[in-house]
């Protein structure tokens, strides 16, 4: 959830913000422009840093180019033999003297021959070649003799050149093998060799080497390069910085740690070799390495990178040395370090803004406070409106006139809303299409401050406009005797219809004079707003007509426009809710005609159960308004609202909706044998045929000689027997009596006499009859075949899809059969009562479960959501027995136990069954007096049934007058005060 603030916290942080900001942009400035301008500083330090080293390394470097040119022409370097070459130690002890930083002079001959002199400056180089302690100078030589074996030997001596010791000197080296050596041989001119790891002391240097001028000799100087790491540690601009000297192969030739520039190469050869750049173990330097691994240094090269979260720069170039192999130089500074001074100047920056700050919120919050206090009055002012509270509260003012007029404006807003919603509400509350339109008129006119309002509505059929309501401060009436306006006629009160939009009209002598009549404005001018009704569609709908008097000055006020304003409004909302009222009712009528329809097709279905639906409707309604009027008594509480007024309207005349899914031969069945057709036909022809046979076999015995008058007299015999057990077959078939045992015995006994078929019974028949048949094996003419029989083919299997499973969602509690239908001839004619079989009970029984499983699918409105209970209880009982939930009655509203009684006593009377005549009054309140003795029926509610004279009020309307007798209601009464005790 958001949270929310005052206005003056908002005030207050935007100053605030404000200044923040400002001074945070100002150091944010600074910082950026400072940290741009030490940075550029520093680019301009390290390019005089370049060329300071540029300049240190060639005077490093011209002393021994020069001794290299010199010595190349010396007399050691024409000497042949090593007591020679000794000779000349004095001259090369004070050259090295001149020259600190010269480690080494020597000399390569050609024919592999190999003289140095050296300087030892400490323990490591004496070390290095096991010299004395004394030692101050070697010499290594090779000497290759005619006629001798070669000398290979290290002389040492002392600082006055006085010998201290030799030795032989184990080495495989050859000089004519050398990079100095050859590249010398190659050139007129000193040249100046890659640095290298020189093979003697290991020590990394560079050579400065030139042939003798005869050639095959070539002299050579070192120099070590241990003092050009040393001037690295001068050139550190800050603690951390990092300074190196490195080759065109990226390998290291100066670095402020010596001890980092040489590395063991690792091919088991116990080699060294110069370390590259990114071989430091220095994260900073392999990325320094990568950087500039594809860049021409040929100028000053920046760039700023970073290495585990922390920044650096890189000055990078190459120094400008002339000839040889090129030497580049790279400073890499933590940026950090190099804007340190910076940062502090910008953090104190950043304090005195904060400092700034906090004096000012005091400042800041009461002005803020002073600003926002007329707006949080208006904020609660909002509020209130919100919470649709409306009270008077004093007048809010400020000094900002933006606030100030939004305070008038809020003042408005909160009589206009209020206005306007207690119409709502009194349009909303109003159910009855009549009232609401006087409704609106009253509204209309005292909100619009109008003397009086018509409103017109249209009859589009006639396209005229018919004058609905007036009202003034006196009336307001829909009896108007005032003529229908003519849509074409140009009046601006019809042109505000065709138009839809505001017209005035300002009447005069000759238009609508009955219209001016009634308003009676005596001698004052009259003028009428014409503001047109619309519908969702913007369509017109009528008119409201706002009657003015003597208002001429008025017209051009910005009251009466705002006023017109919120009538344009309000004109809207009362189109929109008539239209509503017009839809809901005509969607009523619409719903209200359609169930009558379904009714009435019910009831066309079948011409013996015609109007059934129709009437059980006016004996619950009658009976629901006598329990509405009852004051003492059980039901002295009971009452219907509108909404279950339609509830049970809904339900009583949707209450047997179910048997449109009822065959119509089990509806109507008159006899026991009937099904689309009465069978009682086919058995009298069998019964016939059985006649005919037997006068055939009585002629037959007399054509062969026999006493005619025996056999005439027990033919009659026998067909006097036959038309006997045909018309008690007969009988039966009507279902009028019940049937006793010794009845049904002599049906068995009929249906055991046989007659003989002579043609196919399975040509010229159904599929579907003839796949029944073929359930058994065809029995070929001429059969014997039974009087009446019940035969497998007449057996109606139950498909899946009539079975209800004992946990349906709807509650039912129902007893199947074994089979949909049982046609057989006997099992028909030995029905006890009736003609209904079992079956075909059970399937006019489940018109009750249809209608509750179709009345339960549909989308109901909340007040109407109990029809289904309502229309699916009428064949319930109070205890438990009735269909098809067995519901007893505490589980049955009251409207649904008033169903129960409406739909019985209908049955009783109603003269268009086909199993029975029509019952008496007297007949039909004795029978459900005795259902009532098993507790079929709410006994208060059958106890209002008879007091009330309902039965006699229904009678007179809808029964025969041999129908309506006396009845004695008082046995009747004494039952059912014994089940209220």
């Known amino acids: 959830m958001n949270k929310s603030y005052p206005l003056r916290i908002h005030i207050a942080s935007l100053f605030l913000v404000l200044i923040l900001l400002a001074c945070g942009s100002i150091s944010v400035l600074f910082y950026v422009k400072s940290k741009d301008m030490v940075i550029t500083e520093m680019s301009k ?29 010396s007399a050691i370097a024409r000497a042949d033999n090593l007591d ?42 004496r070390q290095i070649l096991e010299a004395p302690t004394e030692a101050q100078w070697a010499v290594q030589s090779i000497d290759f003799q005619e006629d001798s074996p070669v000398s290979k030997l290290m002389l040492f001596y002392n600082n006055e050149l006085e010998p201290l010791d030799k030795k032989q000197w184990e080495t495989i080296y050859d000089p004519r093998k050398r990079g100095w050596y050859q590249q010398a041989l190659g050139s007129d001119e000193t040249v100046r060799d890659n640095p290298y790891v020189f093979f003697t002391d290991r020590k990394l240097g560079i050579t400065f080497a030139r042939s003798y001028i005869d050639g095959g000799v070539v002299a050579g100087v070192d120099i070590r390069l241990e003092t050009l790491s040393d001037m690295m540690q001068q050139f550190k601009l800050t603690p951390n910085t990092k300074v190196v000297l490195f080759g065109d192969d990226g390998k290291i030739i100066a670095h402020e740690d010596t001890t980092q520039l040489i590395i063991e190469v690792d091919d088991g050869t116990s080699q060294i070799g110069r370390r590259q750049l990114d071989q430091l173990g220095d994260p900073v330097m392999a990325k320094l390495a990568k950087i500039i691994s594809d860049k021409d240094l040929q100028g000053i090269y920046t760039n700023e990178f970073e290495t585990q979260g922390v920044p650096w720069l890189t000055e990078s170039g190459r120094l400008d040395l002339g000839e040889g192999a090129p030497i580049y130089f790279s400073m890499v500074m933590p940026i950090l370090e190099l804007t340190a001074e910076v940062r502090k100047i910008r953090n104190q920056t950043v304090l005195l803004t904060l400092a700034i700050i906090l004096a000012l919120i005091p400042i800041t919050l009461r002005v803020a406070r002073g600003i926002s206090k007329p707006i949080s009055q208006l904020a609660d002012e909002a509020n209130a409106v919100r919470r649709l509270d409306f009270s008077e509260r004093n007048r809010i003012r400020s000094v900002i006139k ?43 006119r005292q909100s619009s401050a109008a003397d009086g309002v018509l409103i017109c509505l249209i009859d589009d059929e ?19 005797d005032l003529p229908n306006l003519s849509l074409d006629e140009n009046l601006p009160i019809t042109q505000a219809v065709k138009q839809n939009k505001r017209m005035r009209w300002d009447p005069v002598p000759g238009q609508a004079d009955k219209l001016l009549k009634m308003i009676d404005a005596g001698d004052k001018q009259i003028t009428i707003w014409c503001e047109p009704l619309e519908d969702r569609q913007n369509n017109s709908m009528g008119v409201i007509g ?33 239209e509503t009222k017009q839809l809901i009712q005509k969607q009523k009528d619409l719903f209200d005609a359609f169930i009558k329809l379904i009714a009435g097709a019910i009831d066309a279905k079948s011409p013996y159960t015609g109007g059934h639906c129709q ?46 899914t009822t065959p119509e031969f ?68 009507e279902g009028g ?33 003839g796949q029944r048949k073929n359930r058994t094996t065809a029995v070929p003419a001429p059969a014997e075949e039974k009087l009446l029989s019940d035969r497998d083919e007449h057996l109606i299997a139950r498909r899946e899809i009539d079975h209800t499973a004992p946990d349906n969602p709807w509650g039912f509690k129902l007893d199947e059969p074994e089979h949909l239908y049982n046609r057989g001839e006997v099992h028909n004619l030995e029905v006890r009562r009736g003609t209904l079989s079992m079956e075909e009970r059970f399937k006019i029984n489940d018109h009750i479960v249809q209608t509750i499983k179709m009345l339960e699918g549909l989308p109901y409105p909340r007040h109407l959501r109990h029809v289904p209970e309502i229309a699916g209880g009428h064949h319930e009982t109070l205890h438990g027995t009735g269909y098809p939930r067995k519901l007893n009655g505490d589980q049955m509203s009251v409207t649904a136990k008033m169903m129960v009684i409406a739909d019985v006593f209908e049955a009783l009377t109603a003269s268009d069954r086909p199993y029975k005549k029509a019952k008496k009054l007297s007949d039909a309140v004795h029978i459900m007096g005795m259902m009532q003795k098993g507790g079929h029926f709410d006994p208060d509610l059958y106890r209002l049934f008879l007091t009330s004279g309902i039965y006699r009020k229904y009678g007179e309307h809808y029964l025969d007058p041999d129908q309506i007798d006396e009845v004695d209601i008082s046995q009747y009464l004494e039952i059912t005060a014994s089940q209220t005790r």
Request: charged share 35%; aromatic share 8%.
């Open 402 to 444: 933006e606030v100030d007029e939004l305070s008038k404006a809020m003042k408005f807003m909160k009589l206009t809303i209020s206005d306007f919603l207690s119409l709502i509400e009194s349009l909303n509350r109003e159910k009855n299409f009549n009232t609401l339109l006087q409704r609106i008129g009253t509204d209309v």
């Open 615 to 660: 009437r059980v409707p006016e004996i619950a309604k009658m009976l629901a308004q006598a329990a509405c009027e009852e004051t003492e008594g059980a039901l002295a509480d009971f009452e219907l609202s509108d909404d279950q007024w339609e509830e049970l309207h809904v339900a009583a005349w949707l209450h047997d909706c179910g048997k449109v």
């Open 737 to 769: 009596e019940f049937l006793a045992d010794e009845l049904v015995e002599r049906i068995h006994e009929i249906a055991g006499k046989t007659w003989v078929r002579t043609l196919d019974d399975r040509i010229g028949i159904s599929w579907e009859e």
């Open 45 to 73: 330090m390290v390019e005089r840093v370049v060329s300071e080293t540029a300049r240190e390394i060639e005077r490093l470097f011209g002393p021994p180019e020069t001794l290299a040119a010199l010595f190349s022409r």
């Open 462 to 480: 006639a396209r005229m406009l018919s004058p609905d309501v007036y009202c003034d401060k006196n009336i307001c009436s829909r009896d108007l």
């Open 546 to 578: 706002l009657i003015f008097f003597d208002s001429d000055s008025t017209y051009e006020s910005t009251e009466l426009q705002d006023r017109l304003s919120f009538v344009n409004r309000l004109s809207g909302l009362a189109g929109v809710t008539l």
């Open 84 to 125: 020679d070459r000794l000779q000349g130690l004095p001259v090369l002890r004070e050259s090295l003297r001149a020259a600190p930083d010269i480690a080494s002079i020597y000399v390569g001959y050609d024919n592999g021959d190999f003289f140095m002199f050296r300087r030892l400056r400490n323990n490591v180089d």
């Open 666 to 733: 089990v509806v109507d069945k008159a006899t026991k044998l009937e099904t689309i057709y009465d069978r009682i036909h086919e058995i009298r022809m069998r019964f016939e045929v059985l006649k005919r046979d037997a006068e055939i076999d009585c002629w037959k015995s007399i054509a062969k000689g026999r006493s005619q008058n025996e056999l005439l007299k027990s033919l009659e015999k026998k067909l006097t027997q036959l038309d006997d057990d045909f018309e008690f077959i007969a009988r039966c078939n």
